[in-house]
């Protein structure tokens, strides 16, 4: 079974400086995707970012990028210039590729436990 | 947009009663999702279901079933409501296609009593 980690319950940091989220895995699959999710106060979670295992690049989303370390199974969010409305908990996930059939299709997502995010004016 | 909604958003029940929450989405998503969100545990699936008819348990399904007669519609029923289960109800959808994430729903939070 895969498990994911973050270690950081709560952050705070004020406006317009970075921080940076850190999530860890574990996991035997060697395919499999990586997501951060963003679930603002009372709305709805959204994707915020996601990597696919077998990248080395790492992915970036305007001021969202990533720090993957495959061998490390790391899998930290940078967000650079932060904003106000990044405040919400950020949750990491795991998700492994499998077959269903005939087709491959989603297999289910293992989250992290959270990390509130506060952005200081 | 995808577009995933959930029945209420608030709900008060009391212990011992049958607990209905309907998710409805309207991209033709294959799969459906059921999660409960709690503090300090993230987000842990309940049930989810690869197409109309068919599901399967997920990491905490002791207490819940769950319903798919429709392709947009994936019901979550608690049979006899508890108070541990009290909580954050997220619903998801996803298609059957590679590199696709799943989509998620306002949530319902529920409180029993």
């Known amino acids: 079974a895969q498990t994911v980690t973050q270690s950081q319950p709560e952050m705070s940091v004020q406006e317009a400086e970075t921080v940076t989220l850190s999530c860890t895995y574990d996991?035997?699959?060697?395919?499999?995707?990586l997501f951060w999710y963003k679930q603002p106060p009372s709305r709805q979670m959204i994707l915020v970012i996601r990597q696919e295992a077998y990248k080395q690049q790492n992915a970036t989303e305007n001021r969202f990028s990533v720090n993957f370390q495959k061998a490390a199974k790391s899998f930290s969010l940078k967000i650079s210039d932060s904003q106000l409305g990044d405040t919400a908990m950020y949750f990491c996930a795991f998700m492994k590729l499998f077959g269903w059939g005939s087709n491959f299709g989603n297999e289910k997502l293992t989250f992290g436990t959270g990390t509130r995010l506060t952005i200081i004016p | 947009d995808v577009k995933v909604t959930q029945s209420s958003r608030y709900l008060v029940k009391r212990t011992g009663e049958k607990v209905f929450l309907e998710c409805v989405q309207d991209m033709d998503h294959e799969n459906m999702f059921w999660y409960r969100q709690d503090p300090g545990l993230g987000l842990r699936l309940i049930y989810f279901?690869?197409?109309?008819?068919?599901?399967e348990k997920g990491d905490i399904p002791e207490g819940y079933s769950v319903s798919r007669e429709k392709k947009e519609r994936f019901s979550l029923i608690l049979e006899s409501a508890s108070t541990n289960q009290t909580s954050m109800y997220l619903c998801?959808?996803?298609?059957?296609?590679?590199?696709?994430?799943?989509?998620f729903g306002p949530g319902t939070r529920l409180l029993v009593l």
């Open positions: 996991t035997s699959e060697s395919n499999y995707y």
């Open positions: 998801a959808s996803a298609p059957t296609r590679l590199q696709e994430t799943q989509y």
């Open positions: 279901s690869y197409d109309v008819k068919m599901k």
